[in-house]
């Protein structure tokens, strides 16, 4: 597709399931970054790929949280035994190179 | 490590006021700014970016920012607010290279006065 895609586009989920949130970059993005926005929280940096680079991940809140890139393409974020605190937007963004980032439309996970 | 600080969680102006958005910067190369703008409900849009080129840079919708190195400043400005103008603003830095990361400030959501 033309832009980053996020699915789903909304989750609910009970507290305590795993959930997965997928992203798919704009194609021949090298860079790959996953993002929590929370209300009043702005955007928290969680995981950034760069090609085959070993992934930042120091904004992992626990290790409950992890992601994966797939053949450098996409990405999954699971987030396991899932917490109210977990609720928020998650946003995926993709970029070739220092410029501008793309953002996909986000995840919106609700935890009950 | 880069940050970003953004003054003002929330600002409020008239329509037709100057629109001033903060932004400060911590970075230990020469950064590369961006602002961005988040409309409700929606994903955040690029509105311009600074790659070390032209100090003052113009963007879409009117808005325009100045990379101030002496003040560490990166702030959004626009002559003229419209109603349309109402959305939040992140300000984000990168250090650009191979270890790219991209962080942005807490946001500034603008409230337009009729």
């Known amino acids: 597709g033309a832009g980053v895609s996020q699915s789903p586009s909304n989750k609910v989920t009970e507290k305590g399931k795993d959930v997965e949130l997928r992203c798919d970059p704009i194609s021949g993005h090298t860079a790959l970054y996953w993002y929590r926005q929370s209300l009043g929280q702005g955007l928290e940096f969680l995981i950034y790929f760069q090609g085959n680079s070993a992934p930042d991940k120091s904004g992992l809140p626990s290790d409950r949280f992890s992601a994966e890139r797939t053949g450098g393409s996409v990405s999954t974020l699971t987030i396991q035994r899932t917490q109210q605190e977990d609720s928020a937007v998650y946003l995926c963004a993709s970029n070739l190179d220092s410029f501008e980032a793309f953002f996909g439309q986000g995840t919106r996970l609700t935890v009950v | 490590a880069q940050s970003v600080t953004q003054l003002g969680s929330h600002v409020s102006v008239s329509e037709g006021a100057l629109v001033l958005l903060r932004c400060n910067y911590s970075s230990s190369v020469p950064p590369y700014l961006f602002w961005y703008v988040q409309y409700p409900n929606q994903g955040l849009q690029l509105l311009l970016k600074y790659t070390s080129a032209a100090t003052l840079v113009k963007g879409i919708n009117g808005f325009e920012a100045e990379f101030k190195k002496s003040e560490t400043s990166f702030h959004l400005t626009k002559p003229s607010a419209h109603m349309s103008d109402a959305a939040e603003y992140f300000c984000?830095?990168?250090?650009?290279?191979?270890?790219?990361?991209?962080?942005f400030g807490t946001g500034t959501l603008l409230a337009v006065q009729p």
């Open positions: 984000a830095v990168s250090e650009g290279g191979a270890t790219n990361k991209l962080i």
